[in-house]
């Protein structure tokens, strides 16, 4: 097997009293796809930026392609790429004069830099856009942009902080068809996102609380953890016409330990013996689930809270 | 440290940064316009020259001496007689009614007190409110005077001492001449720090500085790559307002212009280091652009670009050889007034080196040390 691509353990990092990373330790693998989750002001974007060697790590150790980011973090950055969370190329500049400067910037010699160019301008399909200011795309152009700046020196692990955010539906799509292909040659990414749907086509999943990581694993895996469903209580799917109102009415009584509305449907944690006539679900239609990651979220974030 | 210092990544830097310059029509307006206004400015508009003073003339005596006497005045070019007036009323009123600013008055008794052997008198009313003027009218009519007695003591015999006081390097002594080298290096220094205290923190503001950290550059790659550019138009600034000095303004150079720029090169290095070590340290361009303006004013009343450095107090006369800025002053006046060369030069060029490295180090390394 081959070594892992990141193998960070107990990171953490700290802004003065604040601890912004807490005893971090994760793994990712040759060519997955790694998704990050959290609230905002969690520490997802800090720990990305440890392991990359722009914020010093506290404690703990990170070895990123093979090597220990806090003694060589400049070999490191040269084998990665980086998408900030906050578009970060040049407004000012097209989309052509970005794509040559990151170019030269990573050292590319000019037959490489126009092979490698046409190749993402390929796959990501913004040759049509080379002399638009950057400033002026969409936002899902301005991400592919990224993209293509953050590829050109073929790195082995891409980092992207939040690369859906604010862009359309379709765009969202496309984007995530290109990643897909990317990790298929092999490259592995740490993706961080608020959407639940494209944390589950993460092979694994890493969810951070208030500077900890509570869980990792596959999407699979963390809907059967124990502590999401506890022993003797189910989850219910449940469509009903009026939802808002069956949903206040649902968390009101004691036999539902959870109730929240998703989509269509409302998902319930409810206690084994609480039969559907009790809860007054005789009219509507319910189904049995395994609760979905966002569940699993919320609960493993109640529980911590609960705990301290 | 990955590798040695790479060209390619400088140039890279250097391109990019060249585009953000001519794509800002704030740095161009600032760049291009300004220093040109300036220009005009001091060389037409503020003429702090006194030359041709609007003056009337009061000649109640009306002999030949008397006319002589005016004429005098006329000749120095320092006055030019607007109007003869009939009486004491008329001449107050001109003076008051800003009209003219000196009234000069002959009074009936001129020929025969000289005649007569006796001191002839003449009144010259000077408007002290424009203060430059009053110094100027002053000076001249006592010269004229001074002269005038002479030529009346010896007579008819020839003058045995004639005054003739000749200014040396500005003849003329045209204010253009004294001003015009000061602007130039002034706008120089303005340019150099406004473009570099952005450099940074553009960069930071725009959250652009991040994704640069993320790539091999090294911190003297963009240094470099950065500054380069600014020093070039910095440099082009510098020439445009010595080729417009010498084209429209007729201000002769006497030394070589090659002297100017190497001492300029330097000056520009020190307020480019400034301004980048500006740029390090605050997170806002308008904190950079207050910074940058905060050190430029006491360098430009302290350098003797408006304030001659004789007249400033001892404290300050110390303090202002602190700025970079009175060096070069003194040494653009020196090339292109007197024609001075490296031999007079050699201890300003020195000053400069020196001031340009030191603060350019001081910067290079405040960056590296955020960059890691
Ligand atoms: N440079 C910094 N200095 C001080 N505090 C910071 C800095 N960067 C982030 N933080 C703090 O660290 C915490 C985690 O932030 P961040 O990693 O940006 O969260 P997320 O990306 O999950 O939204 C927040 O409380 C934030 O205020
Ligand atoms: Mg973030």
């Given amino acids: ?82 998408m900030s969370q906050k578009f970060s190329l040049y407004e000012d500049l097209t989309t052509r004069e970005n794509i040559e400067f990151y170019s030269g910037i990573y050292g590319l010699s000019p037959a490489e830099a126009k092979a490698r160019s046409e190749e993402l301008m390929e796959l990501t399909g913004v040759a049509p856009y080379l002399d638009q200011y950057a400033g002026r795309l969409s936002g899902g152009w301005k991400q592919r942009l990224a993209l293509v700046c ?72 963390l809907k059967q953890m124990p502590g999401v469903t506890p ?26 330990l959870q109730a929240t509305i998703f989509g269509q449907s409302i998902h319930a944690l409810v206690r084994e013996g609480c039969r559907n006539a009790d809860l007054g679900l005789s009219q509507a239609r319910v189904v049995e689930t395994e609760p979905s990651l966002e569940d699993v979220f919320v609960t493993i974030s109640r529980m911590q809270t609960e705990k301290k | 440290m990955l590798g040695e210092f790479s060209h390619q990544r400088m140039v890279a830097v250097a391109r990019k940064e060249f585009l953000h310059i001519i794509r800002d029509p704030a740095t161009l307006f600032f760049a291009l316009f300004i220093p040109v206004l300036e220009l005009f400015m001091l060389g037409y508009a503020i003429d702090t020259n006194v030359r041709f003073v609007a003056t009337v003339v009061f000649n109640q005596c009306r002999t030949e001496e008397s006319k002589r006497m005016i004429r005098m005045f006329e000749n120095s070019k320092d006055f030019r007689v607007i109007k003869e007036v009939y009486s004491d009323a008329e001449m107050n009123s001109m003076i008051v009614s800003g009209k003219a600013q000196v009234a000069i008055k002959i009074p009936e008794d001129f020929s025969r007190q000289i005649e007569a052997k006796r001191s002839a008198q003449i009144l010259v009313l000077v408007d002290g409110s424009h203060s430059s003027v009053a110094g100027v009218a002053l000076n001249v009519s006592n010269a004229i005077a001074l002269q005038e007695s002479l030529k009346q003591y010896f007579s008819e015999r020839t003058m045995l001492i004639e005054s003739r006081p000749r200014i040396l390097f500005n003849p003329d002594t045209r204010s253009a001449n004294f001003f015009i080298p000061g602007l130039m290096v002034v706008m120089c220094q303005m340019m150099a720090i406004m473009l570099s205290a952005n450099a940074i923190v553009r960069e930071k503001e725009k959250g652009t500085l991040e994704q640069l950290f993320m790539t091999p550059v090294r911190a003297s790659e963009l240094i470099l790559g950065k500054l380069i550019p600014y020093l070039v138009l910095t440099l082009v600034e510098f020439g445009t307002i010595l080729f417009l000095m010498w084209s429209v303004f007729q201000v002769p150079i006497h030394g070589y212009v090659s002297t100017l720029v190497g001492l300029t090169f330097p000056f520009t290095l020190a307020f480019l280091g400034m301004g980048l ?66 031999s007079e030069l050699w201890l300003h060029a020195v000053v400069l080196w020196g001031m340009g490295i030191a603060s350019f180090a001081l910067a290079a390394a405040k960056f590296r040390k955020r960059l890691s």
């Fill in chain 2, 277 to 342: 070590y500006i740029s390090t340290r605050v997170d806002t361009r308008e904190a950079a652009g207050q910074m940058a303006m905060g050190t430029m004013m006491p360098s430009i009343f302290l350098s003797g670009y408006i304030f001659p450095l004789d007249s400033m107090p001892t404290f300050f006369w110390y303090v202002a050889f602190i700025f970079p800025t009175t060096w070069l002053i003194d040494a653009a006046r020196g090339v292109i007034l007197r024609g001075a060369g490296w």
């Fill in chain 1, 150 to 221: 953050a590829l050109l020196h073929r790195p082995r692990l891409i980092f992207l902080d939040e690369p859906t955010a604010g862009i359309d539906p379709v765009a969202r799509r496309d984007l995530w068809d290109l990643l897909f292909r990317l990790a298929a040659e092999g490259i592995s990414l740490v993706i961080t996102t608020h959407y639940m749907d494209e944390a589950e086509r993460c092979a694994r999943v890493g969810y951070i609380y208030l500077s900890n990581l509570l869980v990792l694993g596959t999407p699979h895996e």
């Fill in chain 1, 231 to 256: 022993p003797g209580a189910r989850w219910l799917e449940i469509y009903n016409a009026d939802s808002a109102n069956l949903l206040l009415r649902l968390r009101s009584l004691p036999g539902v």
């Fill in chain 1, 1 to 82: 097997m081959l070594p892992p691509t990141i193998d960070a353990r107990d990171v953490t990092i700290r802004f003065g009293s604040l601890t912004a990373v807490n005893r971090v330790s994760l793994t990712v693998a040759p060519g997955e796809v790694f998704g990050l989750l959290g609230p905002n002001g969690s520490g997802k974007t800090t720990l990305i930026r440890g392991l990359c060697g722009l914020v010093p790590l506290a404690e703990g150790k990170a070895i990123v392609l093979g090597r220990d980011v806090a003694t060589e973090s400049e070999r490191v950055r040269a084998q990665i790429g980086y």
